[in-house]
């Protein structure tokens, strides 16, 4: 165990703190909830950015980039999404020493701007589809912080969609939602539910929104990203229209949809361990590091060829040849994350091998030098397989199904998920909260009609709904 951090099992909060500063992800600031990101804590995200990127392209979206600064009175037009994030804006009402006559909004996401763009730009059917994504930075100002969580500064990536049919606006949404769903298992191999929230807890202006909610090693659930279907709400309040194929007006259908830095949050919640960070190969920045014992000629010479072939097959490494002690540089690479480490000294050249070390299961492999390579890139696939299958193990251990009050009430203490029978009614989902201190995560996208009495009025079930604490 890493004595700069708790165990994870005797303060779960402190802990994943002391991760954090352990493997050198953030610094803290000045201003609370606005957190200094470290090249190696940006590194992750970076890795991110470039997968999803490419992701978001190949779907023929593009990148835009809007302005910081809303006007109030812009901001104002669409009443639904001003109440929703009232409590959260950062106002500018000086610009130097003068009062400006009109505050400006640090933009909390960037709907009304994008909207005021396409009331501009919208003319046709012909212009439709739109699909645009900027990643930047987004300020809400959060009363309780947390480094990745809840912050008050958020760097993130938003997608803002028009389209000429709700057909189409309907699949862009499912379809953004998948993306994030296969981006979370393939790459962060963090095993998550997909579902629809309810009007409650639904985004501010949106008809519908899906979520992507995953499991943290302590029971509690992370919304890791979610995707909006907006109806024609906010073209009708910025009063954007079309002419359609039959030459007539209509207001287009619009989506959003985004994801943050939590994920970075939520990396480390399901993986991690008491040794410190546990990064998935796939989004490792450093996948391999290769540590000489003692510095004979030898050593370093079959660590240099090593390094050599490895950049060949793009596998990111490093050589750690400082002069601290072979057990410190062992510990640093286990606080790292790094998902391979190749241990080279004399005793292994005696046996013309090298020892690789997993950061999942902590196993010590001898391989022959011939052998390193495709033993390497077998084991980056079998870390990052196992990563997801015991992240998932995990997970479907800790999903309960009640529907009787009696189980229910059995359960609320048990960390993890509670499966249920919902009316649809927002005083059973209300009641719930406040009895219990669970919120609903979401209504199973796939098999969302319940056959069963509602777990908590008793009334007709008409969908199954997700319980629990959220981050």
């Given amino acids: 165990m890493n004595e700069k951090i708790t165990k994870r099992d005797e303060d779960f909060a402190l802990w994943y703190t002391d991760i954090i500063k352990a493997a050198d992800l953030i610094d803290y600031s000045s201003v609370k909830g606005s957190m200094i990101i470290r090249p190696y804590g940006y590194a992750i995200w970076e890795n991110m950015v470039s997968v999803l990127d490419k992701m978001f392209k190949d779907t023929g979206h593009v990148n835009v980039q809007m302005p910081m600064f809303i006007p109030e009175s812009l901001f104002n037009i669409e009443k639904e999404h001003v109440e929703g994030f009232a409590p959260e804006v ?44 900027q990643w930047c930075t987004i300020v809400r100002w959060e009363k309780t912080t947390r480094p990745f969580l809840r912050s008050r500064e958020i760097l993130w990536q938003e997608g803002h969609t ?44 949106a008809e519908e929104t899906y979520t992507i909610e995953a499991m943290m090693y302590d029971g509690i659930a992370l919304q890791n990203g979610t995707s909006h279907y ?62 000489p014992i003692g510095d004979s000629k030898e050593v370093l010479d079959l660590a240099n060829d090593l390094k050599v072939k490895l950049d060949e097959k793009n596998i990111t490494n490093y050589i750690d040849n400082t002069d601290k002690s072979p057990g410190f540089k062992f ?21 013309d091998c090298v020892t690789i070390v997993r950061r999942d299961t902590l196993e010590k492999i001898k391989v022959k030098k011939e052998d390193i390579i495709p033993e390497v890139e077998k084991l980056l696939i079998s870390v990052q397989d196992n990563l997801y299958n015991s992240a998932l193990k995990r997970r479907d251990e800790m999903i309960y199904e009640a529907y009787t009050l009696e189980e229910f009430e059995n359960l609320v203490n048990k960390p993890g998920f509670i499966l249920t029978s919902w009316c649809g009614e927002e005083t059973c989902e209300e009641n719930v909260r406040e009895k219990y201190n669970l919120k609903s995560r979401c209504i199973p996208l796939n098999d969302k009609e319940s056959n069963k009495p509602c777990t908590i009025c008793k009334r007709e079930g008409k969908y199954k709904l997700y319980y629990g604490k959220q981050y």
């Fill in 230 to 291: 907006f109806g024609q709400g906010f073209s009708k309040a910025f009063d954007i229209k079309f002419l359609n194929k039959e030459n007539k007006q209509e207001y287009p259908y619009q989506t959003s949809w985004g994801v943050t830095t939590r994920m970075i949050g939520g990396l480390i919640m399901v993986h991690s361990d008491d040794l410190g960070l546990v990064l998935p190969p796939k989004i490792a920045p450093i996948k391999l590091v290769i540590i």
């Fill in 331 to 351: 510990a640093e690479a286990e606080v790292k994350g790094y998902p391979l480490r190749i241990e080279i000294g004399p005793r292994d050249l005696k046996e």
């Fill in 90 to 133: 950062a106002l500018v009402t000086h610009g130097g020493s003068e009062k400006l006559e009109e505050p400006y909004i640090v933009r909390p996401t960037s709907e009304v701007l994008f909207c005021e763009h396409y009331k501009k730009i919208i003319n046709s059917y012909r212009d439709l589809p739109l699909l645009y994504n």
């Fill in 162 to 205: 028009m389209h000429s049919s709700e057909k189409e606006a309907r699949e862009e949404t499912l379809r953004m939602l998948k993306i994030y769903e296969t981006f979370q298992k393939e790459y962060l191999a963090t095993p998550v539910l997909t579902g629809l929230k309810t009007n409650k807890e639904k985004f501010a202006g």
